[in-house]
């Protein structure tokens, strides 16, 4: 339990010890509101600031959660997994902390951004709409964060590794709805975004943050936040059924993963050779 | 004494490579024991295996009397490690790391700070505890660690290669934190280094090459049994010296300007120089030193690692 508890507050620490991070995760979701904002006017929306927001909100708390991919990877590069290693800590502790650290970082960055959004177009009519949004900012949060510890368990190098993050996440928040709607995708990129969980988590989060709970179906498909496959449609409810599912295969995937993976594998010299028989 | 560190038959193999081939030796309580070996002859696979990073193939390695491949819980909590390359959070303070450690290794939260203190006194960074670890020079940075390495008071520290990359004033200091340590604590340590003179100072040297422990004894043992002491004789009449070594059976190789006779036979060695004595222009008697032990071993020269 200790464990958990320093290594969650090691995260936090490290967040906000990162002043430069902060400042620019806070300035590019409202560069993406700006410029998305402005090239997809659509008729059907009635909040064009809201709705882009929402998206890019999520999108922010998706890609911060994913981020502990990298920061496991740096650990592991650093070397401070090889001394959670020979340590007595419970390796799933280290899991669990590392996940609750990266869940709640982005927790954090999507409540910044969402109390800007407060300032320039987003109203809640309802003061249970903060406490939807938190928790399923959360759950988005936790799921991720399971995938990107899952990813960091499989990496092999540092170097490559940058590269992977960043050919997975870029398609995954593009082709999601939340920067660019869903409709004005070509066929083949939406087929991709049918198979992708963000667009799920983005659909949902954008329900929530614009109010929308309790508008039919046809309406909701209509404004983008239930999604049509050739005629079936994935309502918001469904959609937070798929991202929970999700999390918890991943969840489960990457304890699982760490408790076994062998961390003194990623090293930081060149020869791997050298590194194992030396 | 009772022996801290046993290691019985271990063998460890990498698919058909055998890293290392069925070897045992045995460390003693609160002594200085360096293991020696040039690159790739297993000294990292030993020790990652005693500190319960690797899985090994076969044999008994304990530890205390813990077995570490069972009780690896039990192993972790009695050993202290410090790895070659920097194992510490640069994000974080020397405090905030210390304070990490001492969670994983289930430290009572009354007696941190005073550990904290305690350790970091030791290797004189008391006053540098709040500095963040990206701020400290290599020096530094070896010696927070070793810090680490001691806060939950192990009964054996293992030191991979403490000193590579630093200065000499800085080695010489972390050898003075070793031996104090040695003394006032009686912890055993374990270590690999590059440096001859350093491995001299141990208890125990093994040496290791090729995955075989190819000798194991004390520094001056070793240096006994597998060193000569040299005479570097120049003199103004090659033939005479040459007759007079001949003549007294002293073994010696002619070099570019002087001569390199062995002392071993030291009588013979001075009834030459006394017959000898008028020609000779120059003369200097050479200790046999750790590196030729090693030479001598392994064929190898030991050099550093990148």
């Known amino acids: 339990m200790n464990t958990v508890f320093a290594l969650w507050k090691r995260g936090l620490k490290a967040f906000i010890r990162n002043r430069t991070g902060l400042i620019f995760s806070l300035i590019f979701p409202f560069f993406f509101v700006y410029v998305f904002g402005a090239i997809f006017k659509n008729d059907f929306i009635q909040n064009p600031i809201a709705y882009m927001l929402s998206g890019v909100i999520i999108a922010t708390v998706f890609e911060s959660s994913l981020n502990l991919a990298s920061s496991t990877v740096d650990d592991m590069v650093s070397g401070f997994m090889k001394e959670v290693l020979v340590s007595p800590a419970k390796r799933i502790a280290v899991a669990v902390g590392q996940l609750l650290s990266a869940a709640t970082v982005s927790t954090l960055q999507g409540i910044l951004i969402l109390f800007i959004g407060l300032f320039i177009g987003i109203k809640f009519t309802s003061w249970t709409t903060p406490l939807y949004i938190l928790c399923s900012m959360i759950s988005v949060g936790l799921v991720f964060s399971g995938v990107g510890l899952f990813l960091a368990t499989k990496v092999r190098s540092g170097q490559t590794f940058q590269i992977v993050k960043t050919a997975i996440t870029m398609p995954l928040t593009f082709i999601s709805g939340a920067y660019i709607p869903l409709e004005l995708l070509p066929d083949s990129l939406r087929y991709f975004a049918y198979i992708n969980p963000m667009t799920y988590a983005t659909a949902f989060f954008r329900m929530i943050v ?69 | ?112 700070e005073e550990r904290i203190q ?21 020096g530094m940075k ?71 422990i190819v000798a194991h004894d004390t520094p001056y043992a070793l240096k006994k049994e597998f060193t000569k002491d040299n005479a570097y004789i120049t003199t103004k009449n090659e033939f005479e010296l040459e007759q007079l070594l001949a003549q007294y059976e002293l073994k010696y190789i002619k070099k570019e300007g002087y001569y390199k006779v062995e002392a071993e036979k030291i009588d013979c060695l001075l009834q030459v120089l006394s017959l000898h004595k008028e020609n000779i222009s120059n003369i200097e008697i050479k200790k046999g030193t750790f590196n030729d032990v090693f030479l001598e071993i392994t064929g190898k020269k030991i050099r550093e690692e990148a």
């Open chain 1, 210 to 278: 614009l109010e929308k709970t309790n508008l039919s179906t046809a309406e909701l498909v209509r404004e983008g936040l239930a999604i049509d496959i050739n005629g079936f449609i994935v309502t918001p409810v469904m959609s937070f059924v798929i991202i929970i599912a999700i999390g918890l295969i991943f969840l489960i995937l990457s304890t699982n993963s760490f408790v076994k993976t062998d961390f003194s594998r990623v090293n930081r010299s060149s020869n791997d050779a050298s590194a194992l028989w030396g």
């Open chain 2, 1 to 112: 004494m009772k022996s801290i560190i046993e290691v019985k038959n271990f063998t460890k193999k990498y698919g058909s490579f055998i890293a290392v081939n069925d070897i045992s030796f045995s460390v003693e309580e609160g002594t200085i024991f360096a293991f020696l070996g040039p690159n790739g002859a297993g000294k990292s696979t030993t020790i990652n295996t005693l500190c319960t990073i690797f899985e090994k193939t076969s044999g008994t390695l304990l530890i205390n009397g813990k077995d570490v491949t069972t009780q690896k819980n039990e192993v972790r909590s009695t050993i202290g490690v410090v790895f070659q390359d920097s194992t510490l959070d640069s994000k974080m303070t020397i405090d905030e790391n210390l304070k990490m450690h001492c969670v994983f290794y289930n430290i009572p939260k009354k007696e941190v």
């Open chain 2, 118 to 138: 305690f350790v970091l006194n030791l290797v004189d960074l008391l006053d540098e505890r709040k500095r963040s670890v990206a701020t400290l020079s290599g």
């Open chain 2, 142 to 212: 070896r010696r927070v660690e070793i810090a680490r390495g001691l806060i939950h008071y192990p009964k054996v520290l293992f030191l991979d290669e403490p000193t590579t990359g630093l200065d000499p004033q800085t080695r010489a200091h972390i050898w003075e934190y070793i031996l104090k340590l040695q003394k006032e604590r009686n912890i055993t340590i374990f270590l690999t280094t590059h440096y001859m003179e350093e491995a001299e100072i141990c208890n125990k040297i093994a040496i290791i090459d090729d995955g075989i």
